[in-house]
């Protein structure tokens, strides 16, 4: 198993450009998420989903925006990036879409910087 | 509120000491709780979890943690550290059926 890919690992925008960072688990999770890591604020919960087809928002939504057609993948979208959304983005998975009490594998990271 | 507070940004310890990491939960159900590590330029990776039952747990790469309810904590140890251990250390609460809380990180660096 590859476990949970992300690409690109690196990144670099200008404002007002969109983008899509690709997330792919092949271990037939029920459960994606997408976090942004920012220095001395841990891990924020931006988009999530439940199966293919059901997503929801998490604790940073905004200027992002996610769609799940398959099991294996869990796009995340920037519409038209600002610079406040520099930083390393996670995806993560996990077997059940009871989250709260599983383990959650995480993906290696896209390092994003928006000039 | 529902929060996670890990209040060492960083902590330094030679090689061959013992390691607590500390962590305090807020959460009014019985919490599930988990430690992860992040080694550089790396995702995160379990170290350990606690559900119910024995309130010391044992996890991956000889690192423990004990439950402790009166004093909502987590906290992380390690017998003898090892180099190798430098890496950001972060706690978890699963907040609910979707989602966790994580804390803010402790960033541990090893001397030689």
């Known amino acids: 198993n590859a476990g949970v890919t992300q690409t690109p690992k690196f990144q670099v925008l200008k404002t007002g450009q969109s983008m899509t960072l690709q997330c792919a688990q092949d271990?037939?999770?029920?459960?994606m998420s997408w976090y942004r890591q920012d220095p001395g604020m841990g891990l924020r919960l931006i988009h999530y989903?439940?199966?293919?087809?059901?997503?929801d928002q998490g604790e940073v939504p905004n200027g992002y925006n996610v769609s799940r057609s398959t099991t294996e993948d869990f796009p995340l979208r920037l519409l038209s990036a600002a610079p406040s959304q520099t930083s390393v983005y996670f995806c993560?998975?996990?077997?059940?879409?009871?989250?709260?009490?599983?383990?959650?594998?995480f993906g290696p990271g896209t390092r994003l910087t928006v000039t | 509120a529902q929060s996670v507070t890990q209040p060492d940004i960083h902590i330094t310890v030679s090689e061959g000491a013992s390691l607590e990491l500390r962590c305090n939960y807020s959460?009014?159900?019985?919490?599930?709780l988990f430690w992860y590590v992040q080694s550089p330029g790396q995702g995160l990776q379990l170290l350990l979890k606690?559900?119910?039952?024995?309130?010391l747990v044992q996890g991956i790469k000889g690192f423990e943690a004990e439950f402790k309810r009166s004093q909502s904590s987590f906290n992380l140890r390690k017998p003898s550290v090892h180099w190798s251990d430098a890496a950001e250390y972060f706690c978890?609460?699963?907040?609910?059926?979707?989602?966790?809380?994580f804390g803010t990180g402790t960033r541990l660096k090893v001397l030689a």
């Open positions: 978890a609460v699963g907040a609910g059926t979707y989602k966790y809380i």
């Open positions: 993560a998975s996990s077997y059940s879409k009871s989250v709260g009490a599983q383990e959650q594998y």
């Open positions: 959460y009014g159900a019985t919490p599930y």
């Open positions: 606690y559900f119910s039952g024995d309130t």
């Open positions: 989903s439940v199966g293919a087809g059901i997503t």
């Open positions: 271990m037939n999770h029920e459960y």
